[in-house]
């Protein structure tokens, strides 16, 4: 079938992006499903900080990719063996398919499963090549999914069936900004009631911690960025204290008015600045854990001795150390109760054709969700 898809054509391309057009709307084939995979028409898209980072060049990725991955929509055919979606069930997209056979899988940590991780580097679907091409070949997929596009192809393995109670701009969060800042919280660190928190970075990431934070009783909640109207955000949804880390002493400040810190402080920029932040302000016991993801060459660095002599934790969350299937249906019971008001983060709406625009407006750190409607 023909489809319109937003495809990046450029990497590295100069800012703003709304005039240099790195990601063209073009029509594509798409192929049908294969065995174990879906076909779904997407409903809505939303714009995060990984896909950005393909467009930067942060995240090197195969060219031409049809990017996008926080989705959520209808599914329209089901290839051979999915026995366990039908059509017209609702889904949202999760951005690492696990294929429930390799180690990690079978240890429970989906988030590292071993073929999809290579599947989402080499830009294919978790069943091995691309499912969307024109006249000149073959366009790769962003982390299996490609969702700024009117139809997608997917494994089973990158979709979770979510109520048709929740509206699709809602639904598409869960499967990478909600996912990824709860489960930071509640499954990488493992936060306990009455725990203190920081958050140092505010975007979709960031401000679902924060959600994740309050959801799991946390007693203070420090919010930490550049931007003065993320701060402001985070203070409205529940934030106790916050403070703008453009100021040179913002770890003193932070570390004073936390006499020492905090017992748990969540890195969620993806810059090394920001992660800097997070450890200084990690209290003594504390743990530091980072959901950032940098330029693969950048590097972190920290005083060696604090580790041990402070028995300091340190860990990476990878799509919130999550088991989609499990946790998606829980975040978004919480939701449905206003226990996780993750419809707060959307703050713009756009269409397809103006999603160059779109990112130059994620990348002044502004908004904090924005969504392509279809
Ligand atoms: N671990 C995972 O599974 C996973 C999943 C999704 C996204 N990510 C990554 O998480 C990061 C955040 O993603 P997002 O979509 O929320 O990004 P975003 O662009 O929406 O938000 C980033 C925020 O960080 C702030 N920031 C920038 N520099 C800062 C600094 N020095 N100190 C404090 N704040 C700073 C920005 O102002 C902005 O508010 C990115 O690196 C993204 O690639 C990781
Ligand atoms: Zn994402
Ligand atoms: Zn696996």
Do not use: W
């Not at 009631?193 to 140092?200: D, E, R």
């Not at 799991?216 to 409205?236: C, M, P, Y």
Request: net charge negative.
């Amino acid at each position: 079938m023909k489809v319109k898809s937003a495809v990046l054509r450029e990497i590295g391309a100069q800012t703003p992006y709304e005039e240099s057009q790195p990601i063209q709307i073009e029509e594509l084939e798409l192929d049908s499903p294969e065995r174990g995979e879906v076909l779904i028409q997407i409903k809505a898209a939303s714009l995060c900080h990984s896909d950005l980072s393909v467009m930067n060049g942060s995240r090197p990725r195969p060219l031409p990719m049809a990017l996008g991955h926080e989705a959520a929509g209808v599914i329209v055919e089901v290839g051979e063996g999915v026995v366990d979606l039908e059509v017209g069930d609702h889904v949202a997209c999760v951005f690492v398919p696990s294929c429930g056979q390799c180690g990690p899988c079978r240890e429970g940590r989906p988030a590292l499963c071993e073929p999809g991780a290579v599947a989402n580097t080499a830009g294919t679907l978790l069943g091995g090549g691309q499912r969307l091409h024109n006249a000149e070949g073959v366009v790769n997929h962003h982390v299996g999914v490609s969702a700024f596009s009117e139809y997608a192809v997917v494994s089973r393995n990158s979709v979770v069936k979510v109520s048709k109670d929740i509206p699709f701009e809602k639904a598409a969060l869960f499967g990478c900004a909600v996912i990824t800042g709860v489960g930071a919280v509640v499954n990488t660190a493992g936060i306990k009631l009455g725990s203190t928190v920081a958050i140092v970075g505010l975007g979709g990431v960031g401000l679902s911690a924060l959600l994740g934070a309050i959801a799991a009783g946390a007693s203070r909640i420090v919010a930490v960025d550049i931007n003065e109207t993320k701060l402001k955000q985070a203070k409205e949804l529940g934030a106790t204290d916050t403070f703008n880390s453009k100021d040179p002493d913002v770890v003193e400040q932070i570390r004073q008015a936390t006499g020492g810190g905090l017992d748990y402080a969540f890195e969620t920029a993806g810059v090394v600045p920001a992660m800097e932040v997070a450890y200084s302000i990690t209290k003594r016991g504390g743990t530091t854990v980072t959901t950032g993801l940098p330029h693969p060459e950048h590097k972190f660095s920290f005083p060696y001795l604090s580790l041990t002599a402070e028995e300091r934790t340190l860990k990476g969350s990878y799509i919130g150390s999550c088991v989609p299937s499990r946790d998606i249906p829980r975040y978004m019971n919480l939701f449905q109760e206003d226990r996780l008001p993750v419809d707060k983060l959307i703050t713009d709406f756009i269409s397809l054709d103006e999603v160059n625009k779109g990112f130059d407006i994620l990348a002044k750190g502004d908004s904090s969700r924005i969504i392509i409607k279809f």
